[in-house]
């Protein structure tokens, strides 16, 4: 190997070493300084509701699912009779 190639080798581990310094460097800095607003900061009646399921509609929509998958399976028979028979 010669010198220029070891020297070209260092120079790549420094600029690797340095970005992750710098990316640690980040990580302790305050949100703010980041660019990033602080989850407190965002008022209560602003922040996204999830939608949940009620206990009905999380039976009902079990009980539409049953039934999709009953027919389902019911029409997947007929085609294989259908296939056995030919």
């Not at 039976?59 to 039934?67: A, T, V």
Request: cysteine-free.
């Amino acid at each position: 190997m010669d010198i220029q190639s070891i020297v070209k080798e260092l120079k790549r581990e420094r600029d690797r070493l340095e970005r992750a310094i710098a990316a640690l460097e980040r990580v302790d800095l305050p949100p703010a300084r980041l660019g990033l607003r602080p989850v407190a900061a965002v008022p209560v009646a602003q922040r996204k509701k999830r939608n949940r399921l009620t206990p009905e509609g999380r039976k009902r929509l079990s009980e539409n699912m049953k039934k999709r998958w009953a027919e389902k399976k019911k029409a997947a028979g007929a085609t294989k009779k259908v296939a056995a028979r030919r």
